[in-house]
């Protein structure tokens, strides 16, 4: 049955006695399935109407001088409460892309040095009210073989908790480097700082650290679980370092196997 999903344990007692467990996971797969073609779907259909909200209160917010002045406030509240709900909607369907695609995707060179110049860009302009320094450090020339699509959502989501959870006149520091294991992005924040308490279930869809603080910082609640399985893809790893009060440390471990060299770069860039 080419449908059926098995898992084998294998316990080693002693020398030389194995104890081999097969278990029959099929169901539970198919569940799982299950659960990912609904939420995208629901996510879907949410689209369009929502896109038609969105287009009337605009319509209405541009001609408010023909209405009266104490809408003005309803109007606001309502179009603030449409992008949330546009930002969840576009979050729930491309975690569920992320995870349906798993890694069936075509593998690319993708040029970290120029994604997070991007990405630091956009930081920076959306920070710009804060008062933060964002340093950008880029130590290696290489860049990664996978998916740009998805390793800029994962790289964008962290930077960009990085600037909602550090106060005004923080700093934050990006950095891509090498060593003889892999290559790392990581991004160092003198935000707020989280409990590690927390730390193990940060990436679980809609965990939030403290859930009042995140309420009002626009997020969706997705972004680590987006970064999660987009490093799953790329057989990465997420290390999360932290002290109240005093910042966090995201990083992304790459092994070496999904390097791509500098001139590997510059000739996909010459085709
Ligand atoms: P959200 O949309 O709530 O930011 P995320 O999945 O991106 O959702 O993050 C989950 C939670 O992790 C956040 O609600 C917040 O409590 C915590 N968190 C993430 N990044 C940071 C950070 N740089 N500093 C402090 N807390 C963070």
Redesign the pocket.
């Known amino acids: 049955n080419p449908n059926l999903k098995l898992q084998f344990h294998i316990t080693l007692f002693g020398e030389d006695d194995r104890l081999l467990l097969v278990q029959d996971v099929t169901r539970l797969y198919r569940l799982e399935e299950m659960r990912r073609d609904f939420v995208s779907n629901v996510s879907h259909e949410l689209r369009t109407p929502l896109t038609v909200i969105s287009g009337y209160l605009e319509t209405l917010i541009d001609n408010a001088d023909e209405l009266p002045p104490r809408w003005n406030r309803a109007m606001n509240q309502m179009q603030q409460q449409a992008q949330r709900m546009e930002a969840l909607v576009n979050d729930l369907l491309l975690l569920s892309r992320i995870e349906n695609d798993g890694s069936n995707f075509k593998a690319t060179l993708v040029d970290v040095d120029s994604m997070l110049r991007a990405i630091c860009d956009d930081a920076r302009a959306l920070s710009q009210e804060k008062g933060h320094r964002i340093e950008l450090s880029l130590e290696s020339a290489a860049g990664l073989t996978g998916n740009e699509t998805q390793l800029h959502s994962a790289f964008s989501?962290i930077v960009m908790?990085?600037v909602?959870?550090t106060p005004p006149n923080g700093e934050i520091r990006v950095r891509w480097f090498e060593d003889k294991k892999g290559v790392h992005f990581a991004v160092r924040?003198s935000?707020?700082?989280?409990d590690p308490l927390h730390i193990p279930r940060?990436t679980e869809r809609f965990?939030?650290?403290?859930p009042s603080r995140?309420a009002d910082?626009g997020?969706?609640?997705?972004?680590?679980?987006i970064v999660k399985h987009v490093l799953i893809n790329h057989d990465g790893e997420l290390e999360i370092t932290s002290h109240i009060g005093a910042g966090?440390t995201?990083t992304c471990h790459f092994p070496r196997t999904r390097m791509a060299s500098a001139e590997a770069l510059a000739e996909a860039e010459d085709v």
């Open positions: 989501n908790n990085a909602k959870y924040d935000g707020i700082g989280i940060l965990y939030r650290a403290d995140a910082t997020g969706t609640g997705l972004g680590l679980a966090s995201f």
